[in-house]
């Protein structure tokens, strides 16, 4: 079982796929049914409830008190193989930055817990740089 968020932050989930012109078949199976999303360069896939990737989301979201809404996979020159895990914080006053679109609205700086594969240790909380590009979403920095 997934950690239990405000009904607050999921409406703001909501909103941030929304805003990130994600495909509307994921924005209405978020909504409808909690389901996330991998994007993983053209590859699109819901997260199978039973995966080990759903576990590290339930463990982020658990331990952060986050809401998780997307996630991303990349291999990045230096950092290597990374998921970010783009998320809402538990904190009002912080939902208003969760999103920050480029004013051509292809781009967008998203927070999200990024998780290091290679080195667990050096996985943080920060700001990522999204490309959108038909309804997908694709790390770049």
Not at 59 to 69: G, Q
Not at 101 to 115: C, N
């Amino acid at each position: 079982m997934r950690a239990k968020q405000s009904p607050r932050q999921n409406d703001i989930a909501a909103w941030a796929l929304s805003e990130l012109n994600v495909s509307t078949p994921y924005v209405l199976d978020f909504k409808a049914n909690d389901s996330i999303y991998l994007f993983d360069g053209d590859n699109v896939q819901r997260i199978s409830p039973d995966s080990e990737l759903m576990d590290k989301v339930r463990e982020i979201e658990i331990e952060r008190n986050l809401k998780i809404y997307a996630v991303t996979h990349d291999n990045l020159p230096v950092i290597g193989e990374t998921y970010s895990f783009l998320c809402i914080s538990p904190y009002q006053s912080d939902w208003a930055l969760m999103v920050r679109l480029s004013p051509s609205k292809l781009q967008a700086f998203v927070y999200a817990y990024v998780y290091n594969v290679a080195i667990p240790k050096y996985s943080e909380g920060g700001y990522v740089a999204l490309r959108i590009t038909g309804g997908k979403l694709v790390r770049f920095g």
